[in-house]
Structures are given as C-alpha cells and as structure tokens.
C-alpha cells in the first residue's frame, strides 16, 4: 500500500463536487489531458433511476487492484480492501480485462457503508444489485454478473496506481477511428459520479479545475440565456465561447492527442 500523504481538503473536495462531470471533462480537456478525466465505459448500476434525488459522488480514490485467482505471484493485501478503505474515500476497482465474475457485491456495500465509504467505481462486474439499490449506495460498474468472485480473481494491491482502459473491441489496429487514452489513478485522486459518467481530476489539478469550471459555468448560463431568447447557436457561440470545435477534442489516436480546446465544449 502506498505511503504518499498527499491529500485534498474537505473544502475543495465539496467545491468540486459541486460541477457535473461534464463540467469537470470540459475543464480537464482544455488543460491538455487527451481523456478529460473520463473514466470510460463504466455505468450506473446504483441507486436506479428512480432515486428522488440526482446522485453526486465525490470523495478521494481508495485504489483496488484485481488480478486472476491462478496469479501465484500477485502480492496479497493484508486485510480486505473494504476493511482499509478510509471513510470519506471512494474505492476504486481495476479487475482483469474480460472477466465474467463479479468482484463487488452486497455484502460488499453494507460493510462500506458503514465505514463511511462514499461509492464504489469498478473496472469490472458488480452483482446484487437489488441490494446496492436498496440502501442507495452508489456503484458504477463496467457491467454485472452473478458469479462470486472467490473462484475467479482475488485481491492484490491496494492504494496504487491503477490504469483504466477503454473498450476498443471490433475496432482492427489499422482502423482510422479515433482511440480514447487509457486512464491513470492515483491514490487520493479526486472521483466524481453522476448521471453522466465518471471524472477522476489528478490531485494537483483540482484547484486549477473548480476555478476554471466556475468560470466554464457562468458562461454556460449566459449561452442558455440567448438560446431560451430565441438567438441561434452561431450567434451566441461567438459571442460567449472562445472557440467552437467541430470535432469533440477529448478523442485522441493511439493515445496522441489529437487537438486541444478552449476553455468551453462545444457542446
């Protein structure tokens, strides 16, 4: 497990996450990182959509590694990842590429919650979804299983970089389509959830980021304003964006970026 003490204050860890993670990749985008911070392929499996409130998550990354059960040589963590993770955290799953099994579940989410954890992100499958939902604990998830965990992959290390990779498959090498760069999280990097996806924002980043996305806000809201009067796209683009991309500047090939924005999406 990693010794690094760099953390983030609670106050700055609530000031951002009051932005949407749209708002957050926009930021990230135009500070020249090729993925925006999207943490991709991953959706929403708890609460459902009919939860009466928008779901936020926001809190530090608690860094899981998953590898196959037959890996003899993986290190094995001391106690179970949930156990160590802190309260406030959000824990964060990489588990082996195409895996069928699950490698969080119920039982999972109720000792979480209980210590405080926040949610849970998993490169990988979840299951017991009914009970996720049931207490409103926040899980997204590449997608889901029935199948336990314990025959398949087990725990490695905690508390260090994991990277996550996007889907390419169906996509051949030599394909001219454009390629999202895989994803590296720190411990204590800062996660946020919603309806839309999932960030993570570096921790030396987050300052820089909720200044940014404060002011990518405020011009948001003057755009809406000319739109709801009836003025066109071009018209009001010009007025309060720097620049109008025609292509969305997040996509980069073979993990080049490919173009860089301003401040504000497109979109």
């Known amino acids: ?4 003490q760099e953390r983030t204050s609670v106050d700055l860890i609530s000031s951002i996450g009051t932005f949407s993670t749209c708002e957050i990749a926009d930021a990230l985008v135009a500070l020249h990182s090729p993925h925006g911070g999207y943490l991709p392929d991953l959706n929403l499996y708890s609460p459902d959509s009919k939860s009466e409130s928008p779901l ?10 998953i590898v196959h059960v037959s890996d003899s040589q993986a290190r094995r963590p ?60 926040p899980v997204f998830a590449r997608s889901h299983s029935v199948l336990g965990q314990a025959t398949f992959t087990r725990p ?7 990277t996550i990779h996007p889907l390419d498959e169906g996509i051949p090498q030599d394909s001219k389509a454009q390629r999202l760069a895989p994803v590296t999280i720190e411990p204590y990097d800062i996660i946020v959830g ?8 570096p921790k030396g980043m987050v300052e820089q980021v909720i200044k940014d996305c404060t002011k990518n806000v405020e011009i948001d809201k003057k755009c809406m304003a000319d739109l709801k009067a ?38």
């Open 1 to 4: 497990m990693s010794t690094s």
């Open 56 to 65: 936020k998550l926001c809190g530090e990354a608690f860094t899981v590694q």
């Open 78 to 137: 001391k106690e179970h990842y949930v156990d160590a993770a802190e309260p406030g955290t959000v824990i964060v799953i990489s588990s082996p590429p195409n895996t069928k099994n699950a490698v969080w579940g119920g039982l999972m989410t109720t000792r979480a919650q209980f210590r405080g954890v926040k949610g849970v992100v998993i490169d990988g499958r979840c299951r017991d979804l009914a009970e996720h939902r049931e207490v409103g604990f």
């Open 156 to 162: 490695s290390v905690l508390q260090e970089p994991i």
């Open 194 to 201: 919603d309806e839309d996806g999932v960030v993570v924002v």
């Open 230 to 267: 009836g003025r066109s796209i071009k018209e009001t683009f010009a007025e309060h964006r720097e620049l109008v991309f025609a292509e969305h500047p997040i996509l980069v090939d073979s993990g080049k970026p490919r173009m860089y924005g301003s401040l504000s999406s497109p979109f």
